[in-house]
């Protein structure tokens, strides 16, 4: 983002009390929804070693390598997209992750097709020997958190269909945070009978 566009911005969302969709909002580019069809196409990620990160993301959870350029920088895909995860050492090689309380991301969320899929990644955490930091059910969601090698969150997850997800009297999505059954999720891959590449 250029300079003049971040204070403009920044200007803007103070006239507005820092609501740029509050109630004296006025139809302008900034409140006009985004395209539908508008998806985040990649994330990018800064890591300190990049033969560990590729031993998790391409080793455990099976994303393919699509580009690499030597130790320092990757670009990882599933179903042959060019790139869903880049990975660099640009300035991060041998750091330190930020300390608890920092800003910054809070966890990447990767979407898998069914359940059964999410039950393989499931298993190959656990072939792994990668621990959980939780694992919920959110009504709409199962799904599963973990760390990368770098402390990055990494959430692993599957959307039930829409017309599961719950809803109030109203009609508003009435997500929750409850404890997921990994025992029916584990279950779930044998029923599927998934062959790995």
Known sequence: MQHSTLFATEAVYAGRGGD????????????????????????????????????????????????????EAAFVSA????????????????????PPGSTGLYHVAILYPTRAALAD??????????PLTGASDHGVSEALYLDDPDHNGVELYRDRPEAEWPRDEA?????????????????????????RP
Do not use: K
Not at 83 to 91: E, Y
Not at 121 to 130: K, M, N, Q, T, V
Not at 171 to 195: F, H, N, V, Y
């Open 20 to 71: 740029p969709t509050g109630p004296d909002a006025e139809e302008s580019p900034m409140t006009t929804p985004i395209d539908p069809q508008t998806r985040i196409g990649h994330v990018h990620l800064r890591v300190a070693d990049l033969d560990r990160a590729l031993g998790f993301y391409c080793g455990v959870l099976g994303f393919t390598l699509m580009q690499r350029y030597g130790r």
């Open 79 to 98: 179903g042959g997209y060019h790139h869903h995860i880049g990975l660099n050492t640009w300035d991060s090689a041998d750091g330190s992750p930020p």
């Open 121 to 130: 990644a499931l298993a190959r955490l656990d072939a792994a020997g990668i």
């Open 171 to 195: 009609g508003a999505l009435r997500m929750a945070t409850r404890r997921l059954d990994l025992a029916s999720l584990r279950a779930e891959l044998t029923r599927a009978q998934i062959t």
